[in-house]
Nanobody, 125 residues
Framework: QVQLVESGGGLVQAGGSLTLSCAASGGTFSRYTMGWFRQGPGKEREFVAT????????KYAASLKGRFTISRDNAKNTLYMQMNSLKPEDTDVYYCAATSATGWGEGRETMYDSWGQGTQVTVSS
């Protein structure tokens, strides 16, 4: 299994931006479909965005499209997520995940078998 480490979380004011990174090791990154999920206290983990290794297979949660952008750099074995116009309701722990079960972008949490430890994003009002 690939190992994943997220970074880039922190405290930001509403309207600000953050870029999350997810460094992968121990696998062939370019053949993994990657995803970002988030979870807050007492809430279920929810899908944010996904980027398959098949070109143009990016998907977003409908409520987030336009503010968040997922991307990957296969040469650096790293997944990114640019988050703009952040809102207090975006406050959550953000997780990256990987799956080799499909090459297409995948929004179902159960399809992923490798997860990072998460990075906290806090948006103040």
């Amino acid at each position: 299994q690939v190992q994943l480490v997220e970074s880039g979380g922190g405290l930001v004011q509403a309207g600000g931006s953050l870029t999350l990174s997810c460094a992968a090791s121990g696998g062939t990154f370019s053949r993994y479909t990657m995803g970002w999920f988030r979870q807050g206290p007492g809430k279920e983990r929810e899908f944010v965005a996904t980027c398959g290794w098949i070109p143009s297979s990016t998907k977003y949660a409908a409520s987030l499209k336009g503010r968040f952008t997922i991307s990957r750099d296969n040469a650096k074995n790293t997944l990114y997520m640019q988050m703009n116009s952040l809102k207090p309701e975006d406050t959550d722990v953000y997780y990256c995940a990987a799956t080799s079960a499909t090459g297409w972008g995948e929004g179902r949490e159960t399809m992923y078998d490798s997860w990072g430890q998460g990075t906290q994003v806090t948006v103040s009002s």
